[in-house]
């Protein structure tokens, strides 16, 4: 379809069908829907924008339509992002089933498991979680210890995950499973997938500095899994892993505020107002403030460049941690200086008169986002070997 039509049919839909109050960013946790077997609207609004960008596979505009996605063109694809950015269209469902596992089965799953698990995901009835971190593996992601022992057409499924991000919310989990311990430690290591409501499996969940607990600790006691959900290969999951990440590295990038592109300026105005001359009142905070939108605006241009040489076939890779590293710093950098502007306002922990501490907070989770889907010295170190081709000692 040209370009301009496909343009007008776009704009036509998302005035239809995205109500005012999905115009606007997410302004706390429920305002986000995530799907799931117990997932519950927040309102008739959150649930009729999800059920028309569904019906039109458009949660996920680039999957194939056979399979219930959008099978839009990467050049579709753009346009639809360009006039849902131009009207502030919020996400109709935030899911890691769209972000990392669908990619992953797309890649390395049989046609029955994309069958069976991508309608699901598009459409969201299904809510996944993430069990790669163990206690004793987190950046030495190697290193992890659950362990699946072959029982006939079933694996046995004994350990251990943490930071298992929704997990009690979550209807099943990719998980990372040791099927072999004879030889290095990335072989061996398969690509599982488990239904939560599987006897055995249960979560604990674990409090953040935020005072929020979107996390959980989640056992396996003797869990029998089929072995038909293995991804890939028997003991060759560290290359699905390994995938997964680089979609992972790149979804966070985007998304670790969905205020990321507010400028920043916009919060230090209302914060500290404007001098006769139209300037911030504070000349220190005008300089940094100046100086975040500036790298912001670098950083939007090269995810840009990215995104085209993407377009143009070019696999993502190591670029990723790149994308990670650097999103992950200037949201920190952000929130810095957000609490700066916000003086002793920003020291409150609750209060409507202080939207629940919702600068502190978040000021708080900003800490998470250089160390979930790899720390920020990991991502440093794969820059360093993968990007600029640094010796290894
Ligand atoms: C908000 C949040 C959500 C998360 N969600 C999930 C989830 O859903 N599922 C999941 O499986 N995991 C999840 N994680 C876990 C996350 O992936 C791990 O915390 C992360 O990989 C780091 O592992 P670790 O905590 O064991 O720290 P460690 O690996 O023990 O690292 C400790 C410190 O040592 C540094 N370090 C370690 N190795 C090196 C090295 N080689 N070179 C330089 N420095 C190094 C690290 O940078 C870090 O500063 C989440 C974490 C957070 C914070």
């Avoid at 072989?187 to 599987?198: C, P, S």
């Avoid at 696999?315 to 950098?333: T, V």
């Avoid at 008169?353 to 600068?359: A, E, R, V």
Wanted: one cysteine or more.
């Amino acid at each position: 379809m040209a370009s301009d039509t496909f343009r007008a049919e776009v704009k036509e839909f998302l005035l239809a069908n995205c109500p005012e109050s999905m115009r606007v960013p997410f302004q706390e946790e429920g305002d986000a829907y995530w799907g799931g077997r117990n997932a519950t609207f927040k309102n008739a609004d959150q649930e009729s924008w999800f059920k028309a960008m569904a019906a039109r596979g458009w949660t996920t505009p680039t999957w194939p339509k056979k399979y219930g996605g959008g099978g839009l063109s990467k050049e579709e694809v753009k346009i639809l992002k360009q006039e849902m950015s131009a009207l502030g269209c919020r996400p109709p469902l935030m899911s890691f089933g769209i972000w990392m596992l669908g990619p992953a089965l797309l890649q390395f799953g049989t046609e029955e498991q994309r069958e069976q698990y991508l309608p699901d995901i598009i459409q969201g009835k299904i809510r996944w979680c993430q069990g790669y971190s163990e206690p004793g593996a987190g950046s030495d992601l190697a290193g992890i210890q659950t362990l699946a022992l072959s029982s006939g057409d079933e694996y046995v499924v004994t350990g251990q995950k943490v930071w298992t991000s929704y997990a009690d919310a979550a209807d099943m989990i990719f998980a990372l499973v040791r099927t072999d311990n004879s030889g290095k430690k990335q072989v061996g290591i398969t690509f599982l997938l488990i239904d939560m409501a599987f006897e055995g499996v249960s979560t604990r969940p674990i409090k953040l500095i935020s005072g929020k607990s979107p996390f959980c600790e989640t056992f396996f006691d003797n869990v029998r899994v089929p072995k038909a959900n293995v991804v890939g290969e028997e003991n060759a999951g560290w290359t699905v892993a390994k995938f997964l990440l680089t979609h992972e590295r790149s979804a966070i990038s985007g998304a670790v505020d969905g205020d990321m592109m507010t400028p920043l300026s916009k919060y230090a105005k209302e914060a500290i107002g404007l001098n006769e001359h139209g300037q911030l009142n504070d000349s220190v905070v005008r300089a940094q403030v100046a100086e975040w939108e500036i790298d912001g605006a670098g950083f939007k241009m090269t995810l840009d460049r990215i995104n085209e040489e993407m377009k143009a076939g070019q696999s993502i890779g190591a670029r990723s941690s790149f994308m990670k590293y650097y999103a992950s710093e200037l949201n920190k950098r952000k929130y810095e200086l957000r609490l700066d502007c916000e003086g002793q306002k920003a020291l409150a922990w609750e209060g409507d008169k202080y939207h629940d501490g919702k600068i502190a907070r978040q000021f708080c989770r900003t800490k998470g986002n250089s160390i979930e889907g790899g720390t920020s010295e990991v991502q440093l170190n794969i820059i360093s070997k993968h990007i600029l081709g640094l010796p290894t000692k």
